[in-house]
Protein backbone atom coordinates (compact mmCIF):
# COMPACT_ATOMS: atom_id res chain seq x y z
CA UNK A 1 0.00 0.00 0.00
CA UNK A 2 1.75 3.27 -0.86
CA UNK A 3 1.18 5.76 1.63
CA UNK A 4 0.36 9.63 0.28
CA UNK A 5 2.73 12.62 1.37
CA UNK A 6 -0.42 13.64 3.30
CA UNK A 7 -0.70 10.72 5.42
CA UNK A 8 3.36 10.82 5.75
CA UNK A 9 2.81 14.32 7.31
CA UNK A 10 0.53 13.25 9.44
CA UNK A 11 2.41 10.36 10.62
CA UNK A 12 5.76 11.38 11.23
CA UNK A 13 4.15 15.04 13.02
CA UNK A 14 2.72 12.47 15.78
CA UNK A 15 5.88 10.68 15.77
CA UNK A 16 7.51 14.35 16.68
CA UNK A 17 4.91 15.59 19.40
CA UNK A 18 5.26 12.29 21.75
CA UNK A 19 9.29 13.23 21.80
CA UNK A 20 10.50 14.92 25.62
CA UNK A 21 11.74 17.94 25.85
CA UNK A 22 14.61 16.72 27.28
CA UNK A 23 15.49 14.20 24.77
CA UNK A 24 14.88 16.54 22.07
CA UNK A 25 17.52 18.75 23.16
CA UNK A 26 20.19 15.78 23.13
CA UNK A 27 19.18 14.97 20.32
CA UNK A 28 19.35 17.89 18.73
CA UNK A 29 22.61 18.66 20.10
CA UNK A 30 24.14 15.49 18.81
CA UNK A 31 22.48 16.59 15.23
CA UNK A 32 24.31 19.81 15.36
CA UNK A 33 27.53 18.48 16.36
CA UNK A 34 27.54 15.91 13.69
CA UNK A 35 26.95 18.46 10.87
CA UNK A 36 29.82 20.68 12.39
CA UNK A 37 32.10 17.91 11.79
CA UNK A 38 30.96 17.71 7.77
CA UNK A 39 33.57 18.89 5.91
CA UNK A 40 31.18 20.80 4.06
CA UNK A 41 30.30 22.93 6.86
CA UNK A 42 33.68 23.55 7.59
CA UNK A 43 34.46 24.93 4.05
CA UNK A 44 30.84 26.85 3.80
CA UNK A 45 31.88 30.73 3.64
CA UNK A 46 27.79 31.18 3.13
CA UNK A 47 25.10 29.00 5.01
CA UNK A 48 20.94 29.02 3.99
CA UNK A 49 18.89 27.95 6.23
CA UNK A 50 15.03 28.69 7.40
CA UNK A 51 14.29 29.97 11.23
CA UNK A 52 13.36 26.68 12.16
CA UNK A 53 9.55 26.35 13.42
CA UNK A 54 8.51 23.77 16.30
CA UNK A 55 8.57 20.29 14.63
CA UNK A 56 12.35 21.32 13.10
CA UNK A 57 15.66 20.81 14.44
CA UNK A 58 16.48 24.10 16.04
CA UNK A 59 18.47 26.05 13.69
CA UNK A 60 18.86 29.09 16.16
CA UNK A 61 22.60 27.51 17.79
CA UNK A 62 23.19 26.79 13.78
CA UNK A 63 22.94 30.32 13.14
CA UNK A 64 24.70 31.77 16.26
CA UNK A 65 28.07 29.05 15.65
CA UNK A 66 28.14 30.09 11.99
CA UNK A 67 28.15 34.11 13.27
CA UNK A 68 30.84 32.92 15.64
CA UNK A 69 32.89 31.21 12.87
CA UNK A 70 32.50 34.30 10.24
CA UNK A 71 30.51 32.66 8.31
CA UNK A 72 27.58 34.32 6.46
CA UNK A 73 24.16 33.15 7.25
CA UNK A 74 21.45 33.47 4.51
CA UNK A 75 17.37 33.08 5.27
CA UNK A 76 14.76 32.75 2.32
CA UNK A 77 12.06 34.82 1.63
CA UNK A 78 8.86 33.00 -0.16
CA UNK A 79 7.44 34.55 -2.63
CA UNK A 80 4.31 32.70 -2.56
CA UNK A 81 2.51 34.02 -5.72
CA UNK A 82 5.51 32.18 -7.95
CA UNK A 83 6.34 29.65 -5.05
CA UNK A 84 9.83 31.04 -5.59
CA UNK A 85 12.31 31.26 -2.43
CA UNK A 86 14.72 34.55 -2.42
CA UNK A 87 17.46 34.54 -0.11
CA UNK A 88 18.94 37.43 2.06
CA UNK A 89 22.23 37.76 4.13
CA UNK A 90 20.90 38.40 7.61
CA UNK A 91 23.00 39.14 11.00
CA UNK A 92 20.53 39.83 13.37
CA UNK A 93 17.18 38.46 13.86
CA UNK A 94 16.18 41.62 14.26
CA UNK A 95 16.28 41.80 10.11
CA UNK A 96 13.54 39.23 10.64
CA UNK A 97 9.94 39.96 10.74
CA UNK A 98 6.82 37.29 10.86
CA UNK A 99 5.32 37.26 7.48
CA UNK A 100 3.62 33.87 5.45
CA UNK A 101 2.86 30.77 7.00
CA UNK A 102 3.53 32.29 10.51
CA UNK A 103 7.28 32.27 8.87
CA UNK A 104 10.50 34.03 10.73
CA UNK A 105 11.87 35.70 7.21
CA UNK A 106 13.81 38.88 6.41
CA UNK A 107 13.09 42.30 6.09
CA UNK A 108 14.18 42.89 2.41
CA UNK A 109 14.70 46.59 2.95
CA UNK A 110 17.16 45.72 5.81
CA UNK A 111 19.18 43.38 3.96
CA UNK A 112 20.69 42.03 0.96
CA UNK A 113 19.97 39.79 -1.43
CA UNK A 114 22.58 36.69 -2.08
CA UNK A 115 22.15 35.17 -5.73
CA UNK A 116 21.59 31.15 -5.46
CA UNK A 117 25.40 30.54 -6.92
CA UNK A 118 27.00 32.57 -3.42
CA UNK A 119 25.27 29.99 -1.04
CA UNK A 120 27.87 26.98 -0.35
CA UNK A 121 25.91 25.20 2.32
CA UNK A 122 22.02 24.92 1.72
CA UNK A 123 20.45 23.48 5.11
CA UNK A 124 16.77 22.16 3.46
CA UNK A 125 14.21 21.97 5.87
CA UNK A 126 11.51 18.96 5.55
CA UNK A 127 9.04 16.29 7.99
CA UNK A 128 9.70 12.95 6.16
CA UNK A 129 12.86 11.94 4.38
CA UNK A 130 13.99 8.75 2.78
CA UNK A 131 17.90 7.57 3.18
CA UNK A 132 18.30 8.25 -0.51
CA UNK A 133 18.08 11.96 0.31
CA UNK A 134 13.94 12.44 -1.09
CA UNK A 135 11.90 14.39 1.41
CA UNK A 136 8.37 15.86 2.13
CA UNK A 137 8.18 19.68 3.14
CA UNK A 138 5.21 21.16 3.74
CA UNK A 139 3.94 20.90 0.54
CA UNK A 140 4.63 23.95 -1.25
CA UNK A 141 7.49 22.80 -3.17
CA UNK A 142 9.73 25.37 -2.56
CA UNK A 143 12.90 24.15 -2.13
CA UNK A 144 12.54 21.99 -4.92
CA UNK A 145 11.97 24.82 -7.34
CA UNK A 146 14.57 26.32 -6.14
CA UNK A 147 17.07 23.43 -6.67
CA UNK A 148 15.82 22.42 -9.96
CA UNK A 149 19.17 23.17 -12.27
CA UNK A 150 21.19 24.39 -9.24
CA UNK A 151 23.93 22.21 -7.46
CA UNK A 152 24.83 23.72 -3.97
CA UNK A 153 25.35 20.97 -1.20
CA UNK A 154 22.21 20.40 0.26
CA UNK A 155 21.67 18.69 3.77
CA UNK A 156 18.48 17.98 5.87
CA UNK A 157 19.11 17.73 9.72
CA UNK A 158 16.22 15.48 10.82
CA UNK A 159 15.70 13.04 13.70
CA UNK A 160 16.05 9.25 12.93
CA UNK A 161 11.91 8.84 13.65
CA UNK A 162 11.40 10.97 10.64
CA UNK A 163 13.68 9.00 8.08
CA UNK A 164 11.02 6.01 6.46
CA UNK A 165 11.32 3.87 3.43
CA UNK A 166 9.04 4.43 0.69
CA UNK A 167 8.15 7.89 0.44
CA UNK A 168 5.70 8.73 -3.14
CA UNK A 169 8.15 10.65 -5.61
CA UNK A 170 6.83 12.77 -8.43
CA UNK A 171 9.27 13.65 -11.17
CA UNK A 172 10.16 16.97 -9.74
CA UNK A 173 11.02 16.71 -6.52
CA UNK A 174 15.09 16.40 -5.50
CA UNK A 175 16.95 14.44 -3.07
CA UNK A 176 19.04 15.87 -1.18
CA UNK A 177 22.93 14.57 -0.81
CA UNK A 178 23.25 14.33 2.90
CA UNK A 179 20.90 13.46 5.84
CA UNK A 180 22.23 14.31 9.65
CA UNK A 181 20.41 12.71 12.22
CA UNK A 182 21.71 11.87 16.18
CA UNK A 183 22.47 8.72 14.59
CA UNK A 184 24.65 9.47 12.35
CA UNK A 185 25.44 11.15 8.33
CA UNK A 186 22.98 9.34 5.55
CA UNK A 187 24.58 10.17 2.02
CA UNK A 188 21.30 10.28 -0.60
Not at 115 to 144: A, K, N, Q
Not at 160 to 174: F, L, R, T, Y
Request: charged residues 25%; contains cysteine.
Amino acid sequence: MVVSKEKWRKIIVGRLKTLDGNEKLEMTKRIHNRLYEQPEWKNAKVIGTTISTQNEIDTSAIIEKAWAEGKQIVVPKCIPKKKQLIFYQISSYDELEVSYFNLREPIPHLVKEILPSEIDLLLVPGVVFEPIGYRIGHGGGYYDRFLHDRNVMTVSLCFNMQVVEGIPKEAHDIPVKKIITENGVILG
